[in-house]
């Protein structure tokens, strides 16, 4: 089906690019609608039947344990409503390579198309509305942007470090300013982030940048020190030698990591090589506010995943010419309960978990750390290079299908219930 709108009625090392099959104009009003009303996974209040303990450490650091009863189940299911998406080539629907995403109120959203360096915004329904920008070097052009941020007033940033600048567009009116802006690390996709009162923070080596709204840079802050590089003894990686130089491949289920910020400016972050359900929350500057462990049964790996695993990787050794086998010991025997971290536009941390059936599972937390409730698995596999973005009800993400054919998918968080009735009425 080659429709670019689909209704569902009718149907986290930088990686390297996925393979890619390769009007102007506004519809009034996209914006004008209020904020969108916020589901029940943006209160505060633990689920009913969950146990919320708070210690305050010697340290003064607040420890959160959340314990789940015998028995629970997820409260809300993530519903696809719209898919933006085609493969035929030459219309705004057709993406390349994403590169940005950011959710509008109401439900539309734009996108940073990177192949042809433009910025595409769709409405609620999915409907193409407005492209803005180009590859060049003048006002409103791009030589290599690789990131959107949206501001608190609703306006679409984009992180140009390739043209020294960071450009501002409204998504109706398209371009309206740029402001000077170097950074040595580029990356393949940005990693900064805009806070709720609209500055600017960006990761350089053991430091977060940070500037406000005409990107006057503000005294940096202190970053924790990265992890100690162990190198050949570094258990998350395969490490092999290959035509006279080094070929990695990640150890199959070793913990990697995850760092998330929140509106407020500080990070979440899940530690490299610990599988527990453990979280932490800080000041970029500052100390540790939060620990939150979520005590849930760690997930093993079974003898089919493991020899599953073991069969790609070696596989992987035999391109690289290596006929030697590998210590499989180093796979884990269970799962990550970490497998990436999102926060929401109302400041809740959407934990993405490992799940015994597959598919994208969130346990949710509020802000203090409190568990609020989990989403039912969906089949919504994401680009771990590119976050979703989840505000008020809705949860937009990237997805590919088997042809590697980029769509964009906004899905309506759902409670059970509800969304068992519209499927039995």
Known sequence: MNSATIPVSNR????????????????PGILAASAIATTACSESAPANDWTVVRDTLPSGVVQVTNTPPPQTAPIWTLVEEIRVGTVEAGLAESFGEIKGLVGLAGGGFAVLES????????????????????????????????????????????????????????????????????????????????????????????TMRVFDSTMTELPSLTLPPAAEDVGDEDPSIFLVESDGGWRVRQVPFYPGGATAFDPSGAMWSAAFGDPAHRVRKWMPGGDTLLVVETQRPPLPVT????????????????????????????????????????????????????????????DVLAPDG????????????????????IRGDYYWTVVFDELDVPYVVRAKITPV????????P
Do not use: C
């Open 12 to 27: 986290p090392a930088i990686p390297a690019p996925r393979r890619s099959r390769r009007p102007r104009g506004f519809v």
């Open 115 to 206: 192949q042809s360096l433009e910025i595409r915004v769709f409405a609620p329904d999915g409907s193409h509305v407005a492209t803005h920008g180009q590859r060049g070097e003048g006002p409103g052009e791009f030589v290599g942007a690789n990131g959107l941020m949206l501001d608190p007033s609703g306006r679409i940033w984009v992180p140009d470090s390739y043209a020294a600048r960071m450009s501002v567009f409204d998504p109706e009116g398209g371009f309206v300013e740029s402001f000077p802006f170097t950074s040595f690390v580029r990356g393949w996709v940005w990693t900064g982030a805009m806070t709720a009162d609209g500055r600017i923070l960006k990761h350089s080596s053991n």
């Open 303 to 362: 003898g089919a995943e493991r020899d599953s695993a073991v069969a790609e990787v070696r596989a992987w050794l035999r391109e690289q010419g290596v006929e030697t086998e590998e210590d499989w010991s180093r796979i884990p025997g269970v799962k990550p309960a970490v497998l990436g971290l999102v926060t929401s536009a109302e400041g809740n941390l959407w934990v993405r978990t490992s799940s015994a059936g597959g598919g994208i599972t969130y």
């Open 370 to 389: 409190a568990y609020l409730g989990s989403t039912a698995p969906a089949a919504l596999e994401t680009l771990f290079w590119l976050r979703p973005v």
């Open 417 to 424: 219930e509800t969304a068992s009735n519209h499927e039995n």
